[in-house]
């Protein structure tokens, strides 16, 4: 036992682990970590950009694609796809065994789509067919043309990791398309208990923009303290809006709540604690989706114990602080989320790149 299960049977907070790599799906590594308290995985363009063109683990799949006439896009599908199948089946158990509460992997519709909301649903619904696993996530960022994507993926079974939320507005609005898609589904006489969501809540990116803004107002009293307690507020409106009789109605015929989810857990600044943004975090109906280099430093020295709702009115307190000292949270948080599109719209682009180079050179060594 390790202090990644102890989070999930003494505090019920999962650990995800936030990477993906051919080899380390079939040398074991994925199982090692499901050993040692692993309960899901979320991947990325980023990560997926990383895996593929930074290794030669899927030469011989490529070289196959290639052979078969392939496009630049269906090569990345065909890989990224039987990467998330075979990992789906590693953690199968864990869905099983939660009842569907965990045992998720999650792939991402194309960063191109992020201001699509028809391109989205239709890559959504595509891919979760493609897939083929009821423990498959499809990643939907929270843009204002994702959300009423969201709502129509719920309000037809597939399930959704909500990406690319920074404020308090984008929980809401998030938590909304949720529940609103849940009552389609049911208005339709379809099963909630049969659907799950994460809201995916991004934590050390909010700090490092926030700490330059902070930096720049000289008062620097705030530093290090926003991101946590962002997220701490996220969770008190968790809890107030999965309340109540609106949810409540829902509940009764099964609906399973939207967790929260903290991503970017790993620590920027090397002033701060590596696992500031797992000791500070843990609370129950949580996920924390962790780098590998996080998930070994808080199995290592992490300290287990529910901080998630202390010390909620200084939280409060230091967002609002915020304005006091010139600092826009709400222009922030905006432009983090814009930025976060064109992060994972450059890797996707990089990667797609990196297939077509390698497929050439290898259509050019069959010639």
């Known amino acids: 036992m390790t202090k990644l299960h102890d989070l999930y049977t003494q505090q019920g907070q999962s650990v995800w682990i936030d990477y993906i790599r051919r080899q380390f799906i079939v040398d074991g590594g994925l199982q090692a970590a499901v050993d040692e308290g692993v309960r899901?995985?979320?991947?990325?363009?980023?990560?997926?950009?990383?895996?593929?063109?930074?290794?030669?683990?899927?030469?011989?799949?490529?070289?196959?694609?290639?052979?078969?006439?392939?496009?630049?896009?269906?090569?990345?599908?065909?890989?990224a796809i039987e990467d998330i199948q075979m990992a789906a089946d590693i953690l199968r158990p864990i869905y099983d065994e939660s009842d569907g509460v965990d045992g998720y992997i999650s792939l991402e519709?194309?960063?191109?789509?992020?201001?699509?909301?028809?391109?989205?649903i239709a890559e959504g619904r595509r891919l979760y067919a493609e897939v083929n696993r009821p423990n498959l996530m499809i990643k939907v960022p929270a843009?204002?043309?994702?959300?009423?994507?969201?709502?129509?993926?719920?309000?037809?079974?597939?399930?959704?990791?909500?990406?690319?939320?920074?404020?308090?507005?984008?929980?809401?609005?998030?938590a909304e398309a949720y529940i609103a898609g849940l009552e389609d589904l049911v208005a339709n006489d379809g099963d909630p208990s049969k659907v799950a969501s994460v809201a995916s809540?991004?934590?050390?990116?909010?700090?490092?923009?926030?700490?330059?803004?902070?930096?720049?107002?000289?008062?620097?009293?705030?530093?290090?303290?926003?991101?946590?307690?962002?997220?701490?507020?996220?969770?008190?409106?968790?809890?107030?809006?999965?309340?109540?009789?609106?949810?409540?109605?829902?509940?009764?015929?099964?609906?399973?709540?939207q967790r929260p989810l903290w991503a970017s857990t790993s620590t920027k600044n090397d002033a701060y604690s590596d696992v500031k943004y797992v000791d500070e975090l843990i609370g129950s109906d949580t996920v924390n989706t962790m780098p590998p280099e996080t998930k070994e430093a808080f199995k290592d020295h992490g300290t287990v114990a529910r901080t998630i709702d202390t010390d909620v009115d200084d939280a409060q307190a230091t967002i609002d602080?915020?304005?006091?000292?010139?600092?826009?949270?709400?222009?922030?948080?905006?432009?983090?989320?814009?930025?976060?599109?064109?992060?994972?719209?450059?890797?996707?682009?990089?990667?797609?790149?990196?297939?077509?180079?390698?497929?050439e050179n290898m259509a050019g060594e069959a010639s």
């Open 321 to 359: 602080a915020l304005a006091d000292i010139g600092v826009d949270y709400d222009a922030i948080t905006q432009n983090l989320q814009d930025v976060g599109v064109e992060k994972f719209e450059k890797p996707f682009a990089n990667l797609l790149n990196s297939i077509r180079t390698k497929a």
């Open 201 to 257: 809540f991004f934590v050390s990116r909010v700090e490092s923009d926030m700490d330059s803004a902070i930096e720049a107002s000289g008062n620097t009293d705030l530093l290090g303290k926003v991101a946590v307690a962002n997220t701490k507020l996220a969770y008190k409106r968790f809890q107030e809006t999965f309340s109540g009789e609106r949810w409540q109605a829902l509940a009764d015929k099964g609906a399973r709540v």
């Open 109 to 120: 519709v194309a960063p191109t789509l992020a201001n699509d909301t028809d391109g989205t």
């Open 143 to 174: 843009t204002d043309a994702g959300l009423p994507a969201i709502r129509t993926l719920i309000s037809e079974g597939i399930n959704v990791n909500v990406t690319l939320m920074f404020s308090l507005q984008d929980y809401d609005n998030v």
């Open 40 to 79: 899901g995985v979320t991947s990325n363009p980023a990560i997926f950009d990383k895996a593929i063109a930074g290794s030669d683990d899927y030469d011989s799949q490529l070289a196959e694609l290639v052979a078969q006439g392939k496009s630049v896009e269906e090569i990345y599908e065909a890989m």
